[in-house]
């Protein structure tokens, strides 16, 4: 055997001294227009995930690290590196009934840690608008859900964790102990350590429901508004924004303003706090859920979506008839879970599937900015799907995306005929938000360029990035698609 062959063959070994199997996978971004070939890792104890960093390092292969793949687009793909898969680290090693604080491996599932809670009462303090990220996933892009503006962001319910560098050494981190990457690592893109455990603590609930209640906003304005005043009265707001209407209609849409309920509001709490009560519906209108996506795929073009947010926009005002009603904590974070793979309708083969671009505005700028993102993508003939809208405040992590201000977030079908002409377009965008002094999301980003990058962090953070990715990975071993295209320096 050649000694090529034999190092192609070499496989880490696991705990046990075993060697590992290894495979090559195409591995996408959660919106398949962006994906590559690689080879792939799982390691399923921090023994193993040890052993694959010293083989990586005796190889001098690059890896890119990936959890449940949920972002939207390369940040978990990988870029000439190998893939290392953290999803099967995924034991609750504790929780705290009295704090609700959650000890766990970091390919623990949001979805796994609300099922654990919510029967002891407690609920995650953020999730985002699915349960199937990682928590070491999901504080790598240090996410936000539905009340990022009461809350802040998952970084902010992390208490400590533990993060392996790529030489194998293990730091305790907290903002106490190495404040400084603590800041960094959440929201760090997995640039700089691996996360293998991370404690978070998680929110009192006193019922398994939230009071919600929908309101109509006739253009972007009004939902602007609202957003801002009723902040203060709500636990959870968000807004479906209809990106297909014009004129005095423009940004029209549908508020979901919710609430937790108080001690004693919930007449039931032992049964609203069961999983039972949770679940999803396994069909919508008499169709297996697995099944909808195929109906949904004949309306995934222009005139389709027109009418189905047209319909949506009408219909919601039996919703608003109806006034507050209670909705289970799952069944109002997780909508779309619902249809299971909707994605699919955009097509999957051939550079086909969708894109998102999640633009951060300060308030003062927001209402002109999205006003011109909406008017410019009509314009173009490139009209979002889908578009949300999302009140923010600003937070202490160094790569933070959120500002006080607002996010709306598009969704752009990726076809091969429109490819190109969709990047040029999301740069025109972009450099339009980076004017009014907004910021974006790696999380929901593939089309940022390097220059425009350089433009949206504060003065230096990307600096005291750069330098401790000098530090703690002096030979660059944690390398994605995302980290060459946007800050090649790192790779
Ligand atoms: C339908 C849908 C709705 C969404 N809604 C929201 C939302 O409301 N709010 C929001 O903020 N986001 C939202 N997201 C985005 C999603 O929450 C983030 O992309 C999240 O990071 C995904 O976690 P993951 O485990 O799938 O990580 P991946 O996508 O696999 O990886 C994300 C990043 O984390 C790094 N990484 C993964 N594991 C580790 C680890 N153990 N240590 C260090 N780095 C690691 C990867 O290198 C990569 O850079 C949504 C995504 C989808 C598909």
Same mark, same amino acid.
């Given at each position: 055997m050649s000694e090529a062959l034999r190092q192609l063959l070499a496989l880490p070994p696991r705990a046990d001294g075993t060697p590992r199997q290894r495979a090559c996978q195409h591995m996408e971004g959660w919106g398949m227009a962006v994906g590559a070939t690689a080879r792939i890792w799982r390691p399923e104890t921090p023994q193993e995930l040890r052993a694959t960093l010293a083989d990586a390092r005796a190889r001098s292969v690059q890896l890119t690290q990936r959890g449940g793949g949920n972002s939207y687009g390369d940040a978990a793909v990988p870029a000439g590196s190998e893939v290392l898969d953290l999803s099967r680290m995924s034991r609750i090693l504790a929780f705290d009934g009295t704090s609700g604080l959650a000890d766990c491996e970091s390919g623990v599932t949001i979805e796994q840690l609300w099922r654990h809670a919510l029967p002891l009462g407690y609920w995650p303090k953020v999730v985002s608008g699915t349960m199937f990220p990682t928590l070491g996933g999901a504080a790598a892009m240090n996410i936000h859900g539905k009340n990022n503006f009461a809350v802040g962001t998952i970084g902010e319910a992390i208490r400590s964790f533990e993060l392996m560098l790529a030489d194998g050494r293990v730091l305790e981190v907290s903002r106490e102990q190495n404040a400084e990457l603590f800041h960094a690592a959440i929201g760090g893109f997995g640039m700089?350590?691996?996360?293998?455990r991370i404690r978070i603590a998680t929110q009192r609930v006193h019922s398994g429901d939230l009071w919600v209640r929908g309101v109509r906003h006739g253009r972007i304005e009004e939902a602007l508004d609202f957003l801002e005043r009723e902040q203060v009265n709500s636990d959870y707001l968000v807004a479906w924004i209809d990106g297909f209407a014009t004129g005095s209609?423009?940004?029209r849409g549908l508020i979901h303003q919710a609430r937790y309920l108080v001690?004693? @509001?919930?007449?039931?709490p032992i049964a609203t706090l069961t999983l039972a009560h949770q679940d999803l519906p396994r069909s919508i209108l008499g169709v297996p859920k697995s099944e909808v996506w195929r109906a949904l795929r004949l309306f995934n073009h222009a005139p389709g979506m027109r009418l189905i947010n047209a319909v949506k926009f009408h219909a919601s005002a039996l919703e608003v008839w109806q006034g507050p009603r209670r909705q289970a904590h799952a069944a109002f974070a997780f909508l779309l879970d619902y249809v299971p793979n909707w994605k699919w309708a955009y097509g999957?083969?051939? @550079?086909r599937g969708l894109i998102q671009f999640q633009a951060f505005v300060p308030r003062a700028q927001a209402a002109e900015c999205f006003r011109a993102l909406l008017e410019c993508s009509q314009a173009a003939s490139l009209v979002p799907f889908l578009g949300v809208l999302k009140r923010h405040r600003p937070d202490p992590f160094l790569l933070t995306h959120a500002v006080d201000g607002y996010s709306l977030a598009l969704d752009f079908k990726v076809e091969p005929r429109t490819r190109a002409a969709l990047w040029e377009h999301c740069g025109r965008l972009a450099d339009c938000v980076l004017d009014a002094g907004g910021r974006f999301y790696f999380a929901k980003d593939a089309t940022l360029r390097a220059d425009q990058v350089q433009r949206m962090?504060?003065?230096?953070n990307l600096e005291r990035f750069a330098e401790l990715k000098r530090q703690l990975d002096p030979q660059r071993r944690f390398v994605s698609a995302l980290s060459r295209r946007v800050l090649p320096e790192l790779a």
């Open positions: 700089l350590g691996v996360f293998t209609a423009l940004g001690p004693g @509001e919930d007449e039931h999957r083969h051939e @550079e962090f504060p003065p230096g």
